[in-house]
């Protein structure tokens, strides 16, 4: 075991040490979220609902995680009840549960926020926030209910129903101290049927449910169902069945684990992964001989001494160079043709005349060519290129 693993060894135990002592000593949070889980144990559930409903509803139950539009589209069912609890309704399955109510079954509608626009246009009310304040009491309107009520003192959603039809019947209402009593549980006539909708369902929460003399309310609600055959749409939790870490992520001290393990294996390979391969070979790269095959030619015509032929090659390579890159005729090498070359280099007209005067040397197969006759032509060539 090298030094180095055994550092990383004694991160990974403490890091594992403080995780633990952090898990020993947090306090258990509350999670305050408005969920309506009908699985969620928190204050805002419907765990106790989900567990008691069988009873409420004499064991004729039953709840279904299909849309409407599915349910009904595979199933043709008599007169029943429908109970919907804070679950989205799209547009299809909405006419889908009017077309049940019509032919005389009863909808009873349990929202805060989900309730669609095309349910208040078909029921003819509108639902709005009617009051900010903490508390408020949850009172129905029959005289026989008048001693069951429900307090609420934690986050009431503070919805009610405004501009109602007179053909709505007010079945409760939300009674403030400050504020004038609201709506919020009404019931109209649809075909031979009835459709209920109440707009605070804090009632069915857990947080609500196990405080003492609140199931009373409950049932008064729910008392307004016919008995029999009641059919509870519930959001579907498949997706979330079928997530393989579930039941890992939803144990706190597993979820803890987890993360460790997996920050572990990061330290890990993040410090101990190193690239390693076999040592690659020095390639030595090609060498560019082109230089060399210059001065070999060079050193050839130098041996020869044919200094003649070497400067009829330099002049006849700057005239391609002055045709190509300057487009300047070459044919005649008069006044014309230094008169364009010093307007196109910019050079003095006397370098370019002595340029030319060598030139036409260099072209001549009789000229007597010496050695300082290449040289001063070539620095004169190059000069005037630049």
């Known amino acids: 075991m090298n030094k180095t693993f055994k550092i990383y060894a004694v991160i990974f135990i403490v890091v594992m040490v403080i995780l633990a002592l952090l898990e020993v000593n947090k306090k258990e949070t509350t999670n305050w979220r408005k969920n309506f889980d009908i699985n969620e144990k928190s204050p805002f559930g419907l765990f106790v609902f989900n567990n008691e409903a069988k009873d409420l509803f004499k064991n004729k139950l039953k709840k279904i995680e ?43 509608l349990i929202m805060e926020r989900s309730m669609p626009k095309e349910i208040s246009d078909s029921i003819g009310y509108y639902d709005s926030d009617i009051s900010f304040e903490e508390e408020n009491v949850l009172k129905l309107t029959d005289k026989k209910y008048q001693n069951d009520f429900i307090k609420l003192d934690k986050f009431p959603s503070g919805r009610g129903f405004s501009f109602i039809k007179p053909q709505i019947e007010i079945l409760g209402k939300t009674v403030e101290r400050k ?34 003399g609140n199931v009373k309310y409950t049932q008064d609600v729910f008392s307004y169902l016919q008995d029999r055959e009641t059919v509870w749409f519930v959001p579907s939790n498949t997706k979330a069945s079928r997530f393989f870490m579930r039941f890992v992520l939803s144990n706190p001290a597993l979820k803890y684990a987890w993360w460790v393990l997996l920050g572990g294996l990061t330290l890990f ?19 560019n001989t082109s230089l060399d095959f210059v001065k070999s030619i060079g050193n050839l015509y130098l041996q020869e001494g044919d200094f003649h032929d070497m400067m ?21 090498l008069d006044s014309e043709f230094a008169k364009k070359l010093q307007l196109k280099t910019g050079k003095t007209i006397e370098m370019i005349d002595e340029a030319i005067v060598l030139i036409k040397k260099a072209q001549d197969p009789y000229a007597s060519v010496m050695k300082e006759d290449l040289a001063r032509i070539n620095k004169l060539l190059d000069e005037i290129l630049k």
């Open 312 to 332: 009829a090659k330099k002049a006849q390579y700057f005239l391609n160079k002055v045709r190509m890159d300057l487009l300047i005729d070459t044919q005649q």
């Open 179 to 212: 504020n004038t009593d609201q709506a919020n549980f009404i019931k109209v006539k649809f075909g031979k049927g009835n459709i209920y909708a109440h707009c605070e369902p804090l009632f069915l929460t857990n947080y609500y449910l196990l405080k003492p």
């Open 66 to 108: 299909q849309t409407p539009y599915e349910y009904y589209n595979q199933h043709k069912k008599g007169i029943h009840n429908i109970v919907v609890i804070e679950n989205k309704i799209d547009k299809e399955s909405w006419k889908k549960i009017l077309d049940q109510v019509s032919n005389g079954s009863d909808a009873m």
């Open 269 to 287: 390979i993040f410090f101990n992964a190193k690239r390693k391969q076999r040592v690659v070979a020095v390639i030595e790269p090609l060498r």
